[in-house]
């Protein structure tokens, strides 16, 4: 138990510096590949006070598979319901089956985007360490409006729990310390990854995170 606790701040350091070396990388909304309706593309977002080039590493790993790729940034504050409407002004001319991963407020906001712009786009979902059963924001965060949708009592919160209609997968890092409970925060309905020795920054460089997602985009490619 302790050599796996050491591990995992070792791995979450090492993760810190990593996001750093990264942040510079995808700023905006990039270019989009030129892709057809029967092509798949993964849909990479980012976690609070990222940018969409913590998620090139994952990237890189996919697109070794002849899987297409695409990550955009956007900025903290604006409400879950502003930011998918973001991604879906970049998506809205991307004919592709659609992934969309997400770590941390990134998961919440592709099954928020899954859900309300992606209906009969997207064939699953993907989050990495993902508060969906919310934080503890208190009086101050509520004044801003993405507090308020990561509140554990927020409405958004609730619809995104209540509606399993788009198939998911929580993977979740035991050794999460900056998510209280990790295992409460997988999305009720869909399937539960389970990863020890690994916290929550680290679970975007875990090479078995990699593994597990290029496996699920994989099987739909002969579908």
């Known amino acids: 138990m ?14 810190y510096a990593r996001q750093a070396s990264l942040l510079h990388r995808d700023l905006g909304r990039p270019a989009l590949p030129s892709l057809s309706s029967d092509d798949h593309l993964v849909v990479a977002l ?7 080039g913590v998620m090139l590493p994952l990237r890189e790993r996919l697109e070794r598979h002849g899987v297409e790729t695409a990550a955009m940034s956007y900025t903290p504050g604006p409400a879950i319901a502003d930011i998918a409407a973001g991604v879906a002004e970049w998506l809205e001319d991307v004919p592709a089956k659609l992934h969309v991963v997400g770590h941390s407020l990134g998961g919440v906001v592709a099954r928020y ?24 924001t208190g009086p101050l965060g509520m004044g801003i409006p993405l507090a308020r949708d ?45 990863l020890d020795g690994t916290g929550h920054n680290a679970l975007i460089y875990d090479a078995r995170v990699h593994g597990a997602i290029a496996d699920r985009v994989l099987a739909h490619f002969t579908v």
């Not at 980012?46 to 969409?52: D, K, P, V, Y």
């Not at 927020?154 to 509606?163: I, K, Q």
């Not at 993977?171 to 539960?192: F, K, Q, T, W, Y």
């Open 113 to 136: 985007f899954a859900l309300h712009h992606g209906r009969g786009r997207v064939v699953q979902t993907i989050s990495l360490a993902s508060p969906f059963a919310g934080v503890k």
């Open 2 to 15: 302790f050599r796996r606790k050491v591990l995992g701040a070792g791995r979450e350091l090492l993760a």
């Open 150 to 194: 990561l509140d554990e009592g927020s409405a958004t919160l609730r619809e995104l729990r209540f509606d399993q209609s788009i198939p998911h997968l929580s993977i979740v890092a035991r050794e999460d310390h900056m998510i209280p409970v990790p295992l409460s925060h997988a999305l009720p309905g869909g399937e539960l990854l389970v």
């Open 46 to 52: 980012h976690g609070l006070f990222a940018t969409g």
